[in-house]
């Protein structure tokens, strides 16, 4: 399983001003798209992701959303569902209900276009959205990869869109006169790695086999320990912390052990030696001069 990047939203007020749009810039850049992903009386649904190329930074093309003018004069028309910034952070733009204006203009589509297009009504109330920060001629960084990598998967789970070329479209498949050469450099790795199946999980490492609580482990011929801790040990009746206190023997202090059995567990020891005599008390191995789960002696 992917960890998910860092995630930004333009809907926070934090998040935008951190973009460098005032709120009413943000409450006016989301109504650029298609509401509900109905254009007339066409309402569609995710159905492909589209991959962009910024041209250039994430704020710049943010204030080209808002601000931006054709040589007309008249407004860019002009948004996204999400972009992908250099350090691997996703922005969240359009929400994924709405149809981003992100493909409308078709212009000597691709047959993968086409077949968006053949959906009926603009093609973007079929498809979602990335704009990759950047430039069509330069590479994008290994965390914009990976974060790309990620929101694709993640989105195509959620809208059960497949993995796969023709889900999976450039700018370029739906505008191949003025966009060929969008995204850029970046779709071809992309989709190697989308197309490669994820590596599984490894197999968790078992952890050493435990013997059972109070399982007693008796010694051919009792054993001389040292208390080497320095606060001395608590005698317990059993190998267990919320056991009453008997005495605390006091470092230095030497004892036979009979054996020992596998109790409460303090800093990974197990075991408890059971003091030689009628009371057969025990005391945490770990505190003594015969410590350590490898010593086959203890």
Known sequence: MMTPP?????????????????????DALLKRC??????GLVRGAPAAIVLH??????????????????ADGARV?????????RDGSILRVIPEEDGPWTNGAVRTPSARGRAIVARGGNPNIWTLSLEMEGRHNRAITEA???????????????????????????????DSVQRAHCPGLYFDPLMTRL?????PPPEPVPA??????????????????????????????????????????????????????HGDAVAGERRWYIAAGPRAWRLWAGGTDRVGLNRPEA
């Open 6 to 26: 860092l995630i930004h939203d333009i809907a926070v007020d934090t998040d935008a001003a951190r973009y460098g749009l005032q709120p009413w810039e943000r």
């Open 34 to 39: 298609f509401a509900g992903r109905r254009d």
């Open 53 to 70: 190329i910024q041209e250039g930074s994430t704020i710049g093309s943010l204030e080209h959303f808002v601000h931006g003018r054709y």
């Open 77 to 85: 028309q002009a948004s996204c569902t999400v972009t992908v910034q």
């Open 144 to 174: 914009q990869l990976g974060a790309a990598e990620w929101w694709v998967r993640d989105a195509a789970a959620r809208h059960a869109i497949p993995l796969d070329r023709d889900h999976i479209l450039r700018h370029a498949d739906f």
């Open 195 to 199: 197309l490669t199946p994820p590596a």
């Open 208 to 261: 050493a086999l435990q013997p059972p609580f109070g399982q007693v482990v008796r010694f051919d011929a009792p054993r001389l320990v040292t208390i080497t801790a320095a606060g001395g040990l608590n005698a317990r009746q059993w190998g267990e912390l919320d056991g009453p206190i008997l005495e605390t023997w006091p470092r230095g202090r030497r004892f036979f052990a009979a054996g020992y059995v």
